[in-house]
């Protein structure tokens, strides 16, 4: 629910910039709405997992999360869109953070990076709804806001699922009695954690990597001359392969019993890729663009790594600490380059120039992470505590 709540506005941006009137800059800005503010809560929601725990931290915020999404159901301006936004950002926040958490609690490290593949591949259903399923409800009902109504009945059964099944960890763990000032010196510490940079920095120049699939239908439609609901399928289809990348990493790396290999050989791949991409001209059979794009969004799955080298870097109680800062960066600076991209498409008038420039921050990103990227699989955070 969370993929498909952040998803709804990119996969709806030809239908909101015509119906709103808009420019592709104030469309990034509608978008950013709640990627920025979901970016910030990265930083306090490592916190409240350490005070609430898991559990109680997903169930309250599951609550904002559908006062946000039913506000979006009913509005029809662009203010009371970017207002829903926000605070669907703000609710879903603490999703994905908490369940690392729990995959971290409830999985040995040789099932973790699979247990969190599985956990993000299922994930991406949701935007596999969104890119195939507006086209689809536009189509065949009339407007995109029946299917949104459904996904937020979807999602308020998963609220009372959440209460009736979830448990923070496999042993009983006390948050209430641990001192206010023990998180806050854990929050410092995690930020001294050198060995956390390179993790940092490739995940979010990932993140700006991942701006393109923000505008996919808009570049698809522009760039490529496909309709929408070509376009839709062939995001949908990305989606899919996307999920199946997750898991297909997180095997891979659980049964290479490394990491970093898996990291550098896809993203090198993925880079690659998108260089195809846009050179690619428009006008080819559609399957050609959903073999591509689907191949792109596999071995962009890189991403699915990093929250277990967070955990293979850093001590347990400083690890969903040290997701959220990395998570809440990345968020923050992409959800800011979101509406400079549209504005950059806006003043050019083609997406040709923006392409260029994530296919330089993927460049940047592989040769940084080949040359400071170090192994994390089978090492405990004790061996990088001052190695730096």
Not at 75 to 86: K, M
Not at 139 to 157: A, H, K
Not at 272 to 279: H, K, M, N, P, R
């Amino acid at each position: 629910m969370e993929n498909f709540l952040r998803t709804t506005a990119s996969a709806l941006t030809p239908i909101l910039i015509q119906e709103l009137e808009i420019t592709r800059g104030a469309m990034g800005l509608l978008i950013t709405g709640y990627f920025l503010i979901y970016g910030v809560m990265q930083f306090p929601a490592g916190i409240l997992t350490d005070i609430l725990g898991p559990r109680r931290s997903i169930i309250w915020f599951t609550a904002i999360t559908i006062l946000g999404g039913s506000l979006f159901w009913v509005s029809y301006s662009y203010e009371l869109l970017f207002v829903a936004q926000f605070i669907m950002g703000v609710g879903t926040s603490v999703f994905y953070i908490n369940a690392i958490t729990l995959v971290t609690r409830w999985f040995p490290s040789n099932r973790k990076a699979t247990a969190v593949g599985v956990l993000s591949a299922t994930s991406g259903i949701g935007a596999f709804a969104c890119y195939l399923g507006f086209p689809l409800s536009i189509v065949l009902l009339g407007g995109w806001r029946i299917l949104f109504l459904v996904m937020l009945g979807i999602l308020s059964i998963n609220w009372m699922m959440n209460w009736a099944f979830i448990k923070d960890s496999p042993i009983d763990l006390s948050t209430k009695s641990r001192p206010r000032g023990s998180v806050v010196e854990a929050f410092k510490r995690t930020l001294g954690e050198k060995r956390l940079y390179p993790l940092i920095f490739g995940y979010i120049m990932m993140g700006l990597n991942f701006i393109l699939f923000q505008w996919a239908n808009q570049y698809l439609i522009e760039s490529k001359q496909l309709t929408y609901v070509q376009a839709g399928l062939v995001t949908s289809l990305g989606t899919v392969a996307g999920f199946i990348g997750c898991i297909v990493l997180g095997v891979l790396s659980d049964r290479l019993h490394r990491r970093r290999l898996p990291i550098i050989a896809f993203l090198g791949a993925y880079t690659v890729l998108l260089g195809c991409l846009i050179a690619m001209p428009g006008g080819l059979p559609v399957v050609v663009y959903a073999g591509l794009w689907g191949t792109m969004s596999l071995c962009g799955s890189t991403w699915v790594l990093f929250p277990s080298m967070v955990g293979e870097v850093v001590t347990p109680e400083k690890a969903s600490m040290g997701f959220g800062v990395m998570n809440g960066l990345m968020m923050i600076i992409s959800s800011l380059s979101t509406p400079l991209y549209g504005s950059l498409v806006d003043v050019t008038g083609s997406f040709f120039i923006p392409t260029v420039i994530s296919l330089g921050f993927s460049t940047l990103d592989f040769i940084i992470l080949y040359i400071y990227l170090r192994e994390t699989y089978g090492h405990s955070p004790s061996e990088f505590v001052g190695a730096s």
